[in-house]
């Protein structure tokens, strides 16, 4: 099987006043049509650029300097010309943001950017064509009243109906690659894992590659199928999830996952709602050392 | 809709605001039919009676040579408002093209866009305006020229700075990764954000626009008569002050209220609009 993305020793410089920056020393990262690869590590660690080499859009930055491949369908991004590489965009592979709110045009409908979404790949399809390809992806993503939705603006929507929104946008086009840059860290805990579990679904359906870029080892480990560890701009472990959580090599990585904090114990016992307990505590405290 | 109604309504000035606004509007358009003297707006002379006060006659006294000043003022609004309509018209879209452009792209292309609007802004506009005049022809097209070109900066400035924050906001990320062109991002994405600030810099320049183009007929070199304008009204009488009075104050108060109008309906649509300057 020939990867859908291959990145060979990328190298990612940036010129400052102070002379070069190297971020990336180097990373080789692939992934398989239909995979769903994790990308994790901490601030700082490289992540995010990657990203957006991937996208092209950091080669256009006069002050970086890539080197390396980056192969995304057979094609080398590097080497390609800004505007084919936007072509790619929004069609071949799409993204989604942290925060699902502020990547929405806050002036204009749901409605009217699902329509420029979807005008991407064919951008003679009718309205009515778009309005019902967007009312599906709502409804595909669990938003029942696609209409109210489509006719309302961001603003009027909550974060998690934005993130689902944001979810259905980026697969609209049915993208080869999705990259998925920390999705929904600005929601609740809760709201950001039914986001998730549906992306899932929803990837798996589609057959879409996905590169999840996360800090969040809970995350990554519902999530991906292979995990990448990236440190300092190198990446410095990888294998399959399972693998990987069960036994971690790199120092690292071990230290990431010793930094998760765990919920031990039982949780909380339910009460009959109609009795003396019902009042007590329910949790006693007691010098556990 | 309802929402700017109730805005509106509970700031009684921005209402005064919009009454005057309305009734102006209606007076120049409909200024054939209300005014007592239709033909006094060209070349007519009643010596029988010039330079007379307000009376039952006219309401606001006559000029010099016999002509209704009430007459003239409504088809002066006509003149006065075309000439700000037009002169926004122009002004507008070419200020706000730079300036997003500018804003958007950035780089040398936005540095040497703005260093071109900065030299136009350095210049006083009405000395601007004067020169123009001076060495065009003095006409209402040459008028609304000259106030065009020196008013389009001021719009590319205003978008250029608004551009530049909203091309930091997440949409504008999210527009690229999806690999929405230059252009298309500049005026599908960022413009619909920048139009609040645009509209009410609009209504407020209106009443500016109205001022510099009396200044400039009120220095001769904007309409010229006998078609009636406010500013050369205001020039003609000012020579026989204090007697003949009524030659400058009403067209001075009708250039008033006409600015004071546009302003408070600005102040107004700012609040509605939440724009915050």
């Known amino acids: 099987m020939t990867s859908l993305l291959d990145i060979q020793n990328l190298k990612l410089n940036f010129k400052t006043v102070q002379g070069q920056v190297e971020v990336l020393h180097g990373i080789d990262i692939n992934i398989n049509a239909g995979e769903k690869v994790a990308l994790v590590g901490e601030s700082g660690s490289g992540k995010s650029v990657t990203a957006r080499i991937i996208l092209g859009l950091l080669q256009e930055l006069r002050q970086a300097r890539i080197s390396g491949e980056v192969y995304f369908d057979g094609r080398d991004i590097n080497t390609m010309k800004p505007k084919d590489c936007a072509k790619l965009r929004g069609t071949a592979m799409s993204m989604i943001f942290q925060d699902p709110t502020s990547s929405l045009n806050p002036v204009i409908t749901i409605g009217q950017q699902f329509t420029e979404v979807l005008r991407r790949r064919n951008n003679k399809l009718a309205q009515a064509i778009c309005d019902e390809q967007a009312t599906r992806m709502l409804n595909d993503v669990a938003i029942p009243d696609a209409q109210r939705v489509l006719n309302a603006y961001p603003f009027q929507l909550s974060g998690g109906m934005n993130q689902r929104v944001m979810i259905a946008m980026a697969l609209a086009n049915r993208p080869k690659l999705l990259l998925a840059d920390e999705p929904g860290t600005a929601l609740d805990v809760s709201v950001q894992a039914q986001t998730l579990t549906l992306m899932r679904e929803l990837v798996n359906d589609y057959q879409t590659a996905v590169l999840l870029i996360s800090h969040n080892l809970g995350v990554v480990r519902e999530f991906a199928d292979r995990v990448y560890v990236i440190y300092q701009g190198r990446i410095v472990e990888d294998g399959p999830t399972s693998a990987l959580f069960a036994n971690p090599k790199h120092a690292y990585t071990q230290a990431l996952m010793n930094a998760v904090p765990r919920i031990v114990g039982t949780g909380l016992a339910k009460v009959p709602e109609v009795s003396d307990a019902f009042l007590a505590p329910r949790i006693t405290h007691s010098d556990v050392t | ?277």
Request: hydrophobic letters at 55%; glycine letters at 10%.
């Open chain 2, 1 to 277: 809709m309802i929402r700017a109604m109730r805005i509106l309504a509970s700031n009684p000035l921005s209402l005064v605001g919009l009454l005057l606004v309305l009734l102006i509007t209606f007076a120049a358009i409909f200024a054939p039919w209300l005014a007592p003297f239709p033909t006094h707006n060209g070349a007519v002379i009643d010596f029988a009676f010039a330079n007379k006060g307000p009376s039952a006659r006219n309401w606001m006294g006559t000029d010099l040579v016999g002509r209704d000043i009430f007459s003239r003022i409504l088809y002066a609004y006509q003149i006065s408002l075309m000439l700000g309509i037009v002169v926004l018209a122009i002004a507008t879209p070419v200020g706000t093209a730079i300036g997003l452009i500018a804003g958007y792209v950035g780089g040398w292309t936005g540095s040497i866009l703005m260093r071109i609007v900065d030299v136009f802004l350095s210049i006083p506009p009405l000395v601007l305006a004067i020169a123009m005049m001076g060495v065009l022809e003095p006409t209402l097209t040459n008028a609304m020229l000259a106030v065009t070109v020196m008013w389009w900066p001021w719009y590319a400035r205003l978008v250029y700075s608004i551009a530049r924050s909203e091309r930091e906001e997440g949409y504008v990320l999210a527009a690229e990764v999806i690999g929405a062109g230059t252009m298309h991002i500049a005026f599908r994405e960022i413009l619909p954000n920048c139009l609040p600030a645009i509209i009410t810099k609009m209504t407020l320049d209106m009443g500016f626009v109205i001022i510099i183009a009396s200044s400039l007929s009120f220095l001769g070199l904007g309409v010229q008569p006998p078609t009636a304008d406010l500013g050369s009204m205001v020039a003609e009488g000012a020579r026989y002050l204090p007697d003949s009075w009524w030659l400058t104050v009403f067209p001075g108060l009708a250039i008033l209220v006409a600015v004071f109008g546009f302003n408070l309906l600005g102040d107004g649509l700012r609040d509605i609009l939440g724009v915050d300057e």
